[in-house]
Each structure stands twice: as structure tokens, then as C-alpha cells.
């Protein structure tokens, strides 16, 4: 089985030895047949040459800064084209203790699992705030909702990812990836499992945000994007709702007062009613084009991969 374990770098001089240093303390290589495989996000200080000195050989290098999410999905590319059996990703800062790496790997070979996410204890993580906390909670249980899938820690970068999940998942976000992996996973039959872990002390403050208004704000976005894309139909039926009561009720209204008075003076009512009924209507409409459209998309990955494992399979035999 061969295992890629990815960290996505930027800017990481000071931690990255380290990180490298506890994973191969963590794994034996005569057990688990692994490479380290750094992302380099465009990082202006030592981060690579560090990496280098400690002995990696994979490094997948990007001309700029992108953003974590773009930076995961090239270690996922890459990790396709190498032909890798599992994708690990943990971070540069070492947040995530590396000692169970060992148990994703084992939870994803022994299981039928192509998500294994690691589970922080978010009560016993001192250094977030009950504000953080809060919002941590609070996020898993949107994505839970949206993804329909029992989620413990929707915003973990701890994860295993299988063959197929690797071949099958995309990310658009540059921002992260963490959400919009786990909202896909439903759509595309992906089974999400769960370990939990353990954390190290925070070693600097968080890139990813600047605030936690900024946090809330982006994450909020990455969800709307994703349900916008993989649950259309559910999206704008939503929108569409409000429009079409309120247009029914103003309607109505016309209608009461044109039966049972001389109605002069309430032909706004009606222009008005039509107008947020045609609304509704037309979001109604996009909602069904687009589950259309996201049916056509599937069906048209289904096939594809279908040809290509009978191509595989005629190939070697």
C-alpha cells in the first residue's frame, strides 16, 4: 500500500523540521510503506531547504502564495498522478500529534471508509476559547446537516483519504479545503469515518484568519458555495419559498378585497403578488436546472471512471 503523507507549507521554517521529525519518529518505515511530501504555498523563507535537510525528496511547489485550499488539492493531484493508495494530510505547525497517523492508516485499510477524519476533544483544547469552541461546534453541525453524514469535527485537517476519494474529490476554495471535502463526500457516495486524536500546544497564531469575524464569514461562504453547487434543487427551493408566500398572500389580499369590497386601490397587491410568485418561480427554475445539470455532471464522472477501470483491468490481464 503505498502512503503519501502531505503537509501543506507556507512560511513554515520554524516548525517544519520539527513536524517531519515526530512523523518519522511516529512510523516505521519497515511497517508502512509512506513518503513525506511537502506543498510548498509559495513560502519565502527556508521552509524548503529545511525539508530538504530532513531528508524529503517529494516537493510539490507552487510559483505564489495560494491558499490552503489550492495547495491541498495539488498535493491531492499529485497524489493521483503517483498512483498513491492513501493520502494522510496533517499540518506544517504540528498541530496534530503524529502518532496517530498510524491509526488512520490502520482505520482506513481495516474499514470501508474513504474519509477518516480526526477528531479533536474541542472541550479540552485550553487554548481555544469558548467563543472558538462555540463556532467550532456550531460549523460541524451545519455540515452535518448539509452533508447528511455524521460529522464530529467538520473543520479537522487531520485526515486519511482513500484511492477513490483521492480520484473522486475536488476542491474550488483557495481558502480551505475541510468543509467542501466533507459536503462533496455525500454526493459522490464517499463513506466518512472518525478517530479521535490528540493535540500539541499551538506554536503561533492561526493563518487561516485574521478575526473571528473573518472566520465565521469565510466558512459561511464555503458552505453556501458547496450546498449551491452539490444541492441545487434544496438551495434555491429555499430561496424560493419566501417570495412565493409572500406573493400568494398579496394575492389573496386582492382577491378579498375585489370579492368583498370594490377592490379600487389594490391593484398594487396583485402587481406585486405576480411579480414575487414569478420570482419564486424563476428561483424555483434554477434550482432545477441546476440538479439537472449536477445529474448530467455525475453521471458523466460515473461513466468515466467506469471506462477507465475496465480499461485498467483489460490493460493488466
Known amino acids: 500500500m503505498k502512503i503519501f503523507i502531505q503537509i501543506p507549507c507556507f512560511n513554515e521554517e520554524q516548525q517544519i523540521g520539527n513536524t517531519i521529525s515526530e512523523i518519522k519518529k ?3 518505515i519497515n511497517e508502512y510503506d509512506y513518503e513525506i511530501v511537502i506543498i510548498d504555498d509559495g513560502s519565502t523563507d527556508k521552509t524548503v531547504e ?4 530532513n531528508g524529503i525528496k517529494k ?5 505564489r502564495n495560494m491558499g490552503l485550499g489550492y495547495a491541498f488539492n495539488q498535493g491531492r493531484i499529485f497524489a493521483y498522478e503517483q498512483n498513491a493508495d492513501v493520502l494522510i494530510n496533517t499540518d506544517a505547525d504540528n498541530q496534530y ?19 477518516v477524519v480526526g477528531v479533536r476533544k474541542f472541550d479540552e483544547i485550553d487554548h481555544f476559547s469558548k467563543t472558538k469552541k462555540f463556532l467550532q461546534k456550531l460549523g460541524t453541525h451545519v455540515v452535518r446537516i448539509v452533508s447528511g453524514q455524521k460529522i464530529s469535527d467538520a473543520s479537522s485537517g487531520f485526515r486519511a483519504y482513500s484511492k477513490d476519494a483521492i480520484n473522486r474529490l475536488r476542491v474550488d476554495s483557495n481558502y480551505s479545503y475541510t468543509l467542501e471535502t466533507l459536503i462533496q463526500a455525500n454526493e459522490k457516495n464517499l463513506i466518512i469515518g472518525e478517530i479521535p486524536i490528540e493535540t500539541n500546544s499551538p506554536t503561533r497564531k492561526s493563518r487561516l484568519f485574521k478575526s473571528m469575524t473573518e472566520f465565521i464569514i469565510k466558512q459561511m461562504l464555503i458552505i453556501l458555495k458547496t450546498f449551491l453547487l452539490y444541492k441545487p434543487l434544496q ?12 406573493g400568494l398572500i398579496a394575492i389573496f389580499r ?8 370594490s377592490g379600487d386601490g389594490h ?4 402587481i406585486l403578488g405576480v411579480t414575487l410568485v414569478l420570482i419564486g418561480l424563476l428561483l424555483f427554475s434554477l434550482g432545477l436546472l441546476g440538479y439537472l445539470i ?16 475496465i480499461g485498467m483491468h483489460l490493460y493488466l490481464f
Open 235 to 246: 438551495f434555491f427551493s429555499t430561496l424560493s419559498i419566501l417570495p412565493i408566500l409572500i
Open 26 to 28: 511516529s512510523l516505521d
Open 97 to 115: 500529534k503524529a502518532k496517530f497517523i498510524a491509526n488512520l492508516i490502520e482505520y482506513i485499510k481495516k474499514s470501508k471508509t474513504d474519509i
Open 50 to 53: 529545511i525539508a530538504k535537510q
Open 59 to 63: 516537493i510539490v511547489s507552487l510559483n
Open 254 to 261: 386582492f382577491i378579498y378585497y375585489f370579492i368583498f369590497q
Open 267 to 270: 391593484i398594487q397587491s396583485l
Open 294 to 309: 449536477k445529474n448530467v455532471k455525475k453521471n458523466l464522472e460515473e461513466k468515466f471512471w467506469s471506462f477507465l477501470f
